[in-house]
DNA sequence: CTTGCCTCTGACATCCATGTGAGCTTTTAG
DNA sequence: CTAAAAGCTCACATGGATGTCAGAGGCAAG
């Protein structure tokens, strides 16, 4: 498929497939004339670069990382499993620190709305 | 306190503390000569700050968010507790969406050192 | 063949929190 | 009193993913 068809299958600009093969995370065959042509397995990759962006990696991170998905068990995917496991662990962190921010917030909602209560309250009584 | 000190207590920058305060964030009482002070309170309130933008928020968001905190129950901290309800929805949906890139990257990790163990008992074999 | 849509490269624009530096004033320590 | 450290304002820089525009070429349908 053209690089039109996987942006619109996968959600992602035209602009952001160029750049990630710019980056190194996505490959293309050229047709003669030079235009990009996918596989269907592309949708898949392109799915999981946009996961590993929404996780709060950079580019050159997942760059560092995508060898282990390609390349499972090779020798040169030692660096990126380890640097996998690393960016996992931070990954795991951060999910921790926000499930605390969400409680925060709940508990904010809910003195808010026990305030709220409380006023009704003594409004009515 | 001055400055400095609550960005040494917070571990925000001196200077994103002054922006939060242009962006209307943080209150400071001036000293006749122009200098800033803040009560203690302020470290949590930064805290917090920083948490929400860890969380996603933009600058205008935790602005709009904020009011809920300050005044519970107040009648204009109604948009702020509503916005604050969708903003605690969207970040569940972010957990939940890391979540799940946090089991891929476990599941890929899994594959990866099984292979490597499979590749190792063919050579012993 | 022509019209319209897609693609190409290259470059500049944008957003936004933060860094950084200049030039100047205030505060604190010796 | 003096020098170092800290604060102030203003303004420009940065990084990184993405938007956008220009100019040119590719390709399918009428």
Known sequence: MRIGE???RT???VRSLRYYEEQGL???TRSASGQRH???DEVERVTFIQRLYAAGLSSRTIAEVLP???APGEDNSDAA???MARERDRLSAHIADLVRTRDALDELMAANRAYRAELRASLAG
Chains 1, 2 share one sequence.
Do not use: F, K
């Open 68 to 70: 282990c998905v390609d």
């Open 38 to 40: 996918y596989t269907d």
């Open 81 to 83: 499993l380890e640097r």
């Open 26 to 28: 996505l490959a293309s």
């Open 11 to 13: 959600g992602v600009s």
């Open 6 to 8: 996987l942006a619109s």
